[in-house]
């Protein structure tokens, strides 16, 4: 009895441990634990960690070229799983594409759920407004989730649709990850300001009586400022490229402004919220379920759908996708992905975006799976694995690589931009390996009948150009600029390059 009585004991004390370490003090799912949980579930014991970003750090990324390719073979582009050669278009939409984009939903990026709610969307704003001196018309725009299933979890998208107010035909339009912003909000003139004012006094006054003194003494004061009444239409501009708002709506585009955060947190503790979230019904994922990258694509694409269905002055054939950064990388594979979008500008992608997998170049799989594992599919943590139980893998195991994702874009316009370490975009990034990578994407282009980057496809000796000198004569594009870590220097290049095609 006394043993039974102490083995009780034990299997309760265990119990406890097991959900204290499953629960912060908060009880809110962290990062940590998320990731904890897809390492048991794929059953990884331990990750190798990633290198430091600090090259006087004791292990460091690496910048050495001679030590930059330890597997030099990238993934076949057009050879068919069976070993059959792919030769025509025909094959490549019917066969290999579709052999690509499973690779990368079941390791890298995971899947799109068939069961995601659907979005309904409503016009919250709408303005009438200026981007510089051009009149606009201006909407503040939320795509509510349907969260029937799951009331406890509440997903609205939101953008922001800027289009010239005097255009007179459908515009192309550049879709780019950032902030739900208006661009002026139109503000009250200042008699109404005036009575505004008056009114906040007395509302105040009425509520605290000892206001009264404090206004009395500060006659002047005003609750609400006056804005944007000392703008001088003739003063100089700033010196450098205007803003890229500017620039769209100067060329007779539009933009919108889609916030990633609003479609899923940039965070694993994140991943039982969001979008991801709501459809797996606050529960943490599976290891081929989509991480945050790949939620931040299909919000794009839910924003495309409302702007095909709503907004004639929308050309939605000419409809670009753009973001820098980590939003580069969401860029990326929302063009891989999306076939509706018919170019994309990918700023400074790096790791998980244009770099290969492959190449050992700042930023690795490693530091991926340590720090963002939530980007991705669960199933990416295995390539980090130094103890499993299926041993051990590597980035030369992902079955396919960065050269394959920029080719899932063809033949649409691809614009892959670059700053430099001087400035900021720094070699962390591997601009080089990018490069290779879009001479190695370069054939599909070819095979679908449009231009690549002009060069051969030998990703292992062509030479990167030097900065500021583009490869803008195709339908895939490469620009080093020589800014830092965005793609604002390269939009001016972007725009002709791209207007070229889309009028042809």
Known sequence: MKFILTLFICIAYLGLLT???????????????????????LGIKALRPGPSADENA???????????????????????????KVTTAEQWYKLRRPE????????????????????SWKVKVLDRERVGF?????????????????????????????????????VPLLMMFAPSALPSPAQPSPDDLEKINDALKAMLIKSNPELKQIFDKYPAYNPIAPQNYNINPFAPRPAGDPPTAEQ?????????????????????????????GLVNKGQPRKPE????????????????????ANEPQVNAKMVGIEGVSRYG????????????????????SGEAGAKPHRR??????????????????????????????????????????????????????????YGIPEKGDAKWLDQQGSYMAAIAAGQVFKLLGAKDLGLSNNYKNEKMPSVNTGLLDGHLAWRQHDGGHTDAPNVKYFLPWAEKFLHN
């Open 19 to 41: 959900l204290q370490a499953q629960t912060n003090t908060s009880g809110a799912w962290t990062s940590e634990m998320d990731k904890q949980d897809m390492m048991r579930q």
């Open 58 to 84: 004791p292990v460091h990324a690496n910048y050495d070229e001679a030590k930059a390719n330890p597997y030099p073979n990238y993934p076949e582009i057009l050879t068919l799983n069976n070993g059959r």
């Open 100 to 119: 690509i984009i499973e690779d990368f939903e079941r390791e890298v990026y995971g899947r799109v759920p068939k069961n995601v709610p659907q979005v």
């Open 134 to 170: 051009i009149p606009v018309i201006a909407k503040q725009i939320i795509g509510h989730v349907d969260n029937s299933a799951y009331p406890s979890i509440e997903v609205n998208i939101k953008m922001t649709l800027v289009i010239p107010a005097n255009t007179q035909k459908p």
């Open 248 to 276: 769209l709506v100067a060329k007779g585009w539009g933009y919108v402004l889609i916030d990633p955060n609003s479609i899923q947190a940039d965070n694993g503790a994140g991943l039982t919220k969001g979008i991801i």
């Open 289 to 308: 379920d989509w991480g945050a990258l790949r939620a931040w694509a299909w919000g794009a694409g839910q924003a495309l759908t409302y702007l095909e």
């Open 329 to 348: 990388k969401a860029a990326l594979i929302t063009l891989a992905f999306d076939t509706r979008f018919a170019m994309g500008l990918i700023g400074s």
């Open 360 to 417: 050992n170049f700042g930023e690795s799989v490693e530091n991926i799976t340590g720090g963002a594992h939530y980007w991705m599919a669960g199933n990416f943590l295995k390539y980090a694995a130094s103890d499993a139980t299926f041993g051990a893998k590597t980035a030369g195991d992902i079955p396919v690589d960065a050269h394959q994702l920029i080719a899932l874009c063809a033949p649409r316009l691809t614009f892959i931009s």
